[in-house]
């Protein structure tokens, strides 16, 4: 059901009263329906459907008409000094909030620039330091190539799967102690030959050329290193 009362339009659902009136009596029906709520989509203030808000409802737009015409006379009513210097308090308060806003705006680019040239910068050094890297791989790769193939020539990989071979076992029976010697010297002698002709100090041979027969324990840890890459950790004597 639907009213009309002095240009207040009042709707009645099952559970809800419906409200729509001018925007001038907004604040005089929430002191009024403090419990309302606003219906965005019906665009109208709402309230339950009881009795007691049927009649106060019928009761407060009986009285509205007269409510809306002071609330337009009010509006209509010109600023005050007091108003006028609110008002350019308030002016000069926002220029003061702006002129800030940009000052703060302004240092957040000083600060972006700085950043930029800096990572610019950063980046410079780590393309430096890469290709200085990469140089370094280079040359560890030209020097490895000679010794790798004086290593075939002189039976290096032999000798390390002999030494291998007596690693997987728990003791070296005394028959078997001339083959494993004759490994380890033709490592440590692989190791000087190197050495001599290249000028490259190979570790992992000295080490392997020098193990005992007593230590497996220690041949093991040896071959962990070196049996892959018998050239890890080359340096120029």
């Not at 001038?24 to 965005?40: E, N, P, Q």
């Not at 609110?86 to 000083?110: G, P, S």
Request: charged share 30%; hydrophobic share 50%; aromatic share 6%.
């Amino acid at each position: 059901m639907t009213r009309v009362i002095n240009g207040i339009r009042i709707e009645e659902h099952t559970d809800q009263l419906y409200i729509r009136f001018p925007f001038a009596l907004k604040d005089l029906f929430r002191a009024s329906f403090k419990t309302s709520k606003w219906d965005s989509s019906a665009k109208a203030w709402t309230v339950k459907a009881t009795t007691a808000n049927k009649n106060k409802v019928a009761a407060w737009s009986a009285t509205a008409e007269g409510a809306a015409a002071d609330a337009v006379t009010l509006e209509e009513t010109p600023f005050a000094e007091a108003d006028l210097a609110k008002l350019r308090r308030d002016v000069a308060r926002a220029r003061q909030d702006i002129a800030a806003q940009r000052e703060r705006a302004a240092a957040a680019r000083a600060e972006s620039a700085r950043l930029t040239a800096l990572f610019i910068e950063l980046r410079k050094e780590v393309e430096a330091v890469r290709s200085d890297a990469a140089a370094a791989a280079d040359e560890l790769h030209a020097a490895r190539q000679p010794a790798l193939a004086l290593c075939d020539e002189l039976g290096v990989g032999a000798a390390i799967r002999t030494l291998a071979w007596f690693a997987r076992k728990s003791i070296v029976l005394k028959a078997d102690k001339g083959e494993f010697y004759a490994a380890c010297q033709k490592l440590d002698a692989a190791h000087a030959e190197i050495l001599g002709r290249l000028e490259l100090n190979v570790p992992g041979l000295k080490l392997l050329g020098d193990v005992s027969v007593n230590r497996l324990d220690r041949l093991r840890e040896l071959l962990a290193l070196y049996e892959d890459d018998v050239l890890r950790g080359i340096d120029a004597d």
